[in-house]
């Protein structure tokens, strides 16, 4: 039985950028600070507030993707991930 299907294989590679604030907020990323020190209402996913990227995260990952001779795209897109975690309890990600 022949199929029209083509196997498309991608990677989800993780890694941690050299920033002083994360991706989706302005809030400190200091290691050692005590649990819930470091969070805004956009980390809680509160309503009425709304995830503005950090430019400088994605310059840094594009020149990481240069360096790993990559095809970088020029339209970027982020999905927001609904699931259930016990912990996450505004129960998506970005």
Known sequence: ??????????LEIHVE????TKLFCGCPTAFGEG?????????????????L???????????AAQALNCSITRYLAFDRKNYFYCDLPKGYQI
């Open 1 to 10: 039985m022949k199929t029209n299907y083509e196997p498309v294989i991608g």
């Open 17 to 20: 950028l050299l920033k002083d």
């Open 35 to 51: 649990p819930n020190t470091q969070v805004c209402p956009v980390c809680l996913g509160l309503p009425g507030h709304r995830p």
């Open 53 to 63: 990227l950090n430019k400088k995260a994605v310059e840094y990952t594009i020149k």
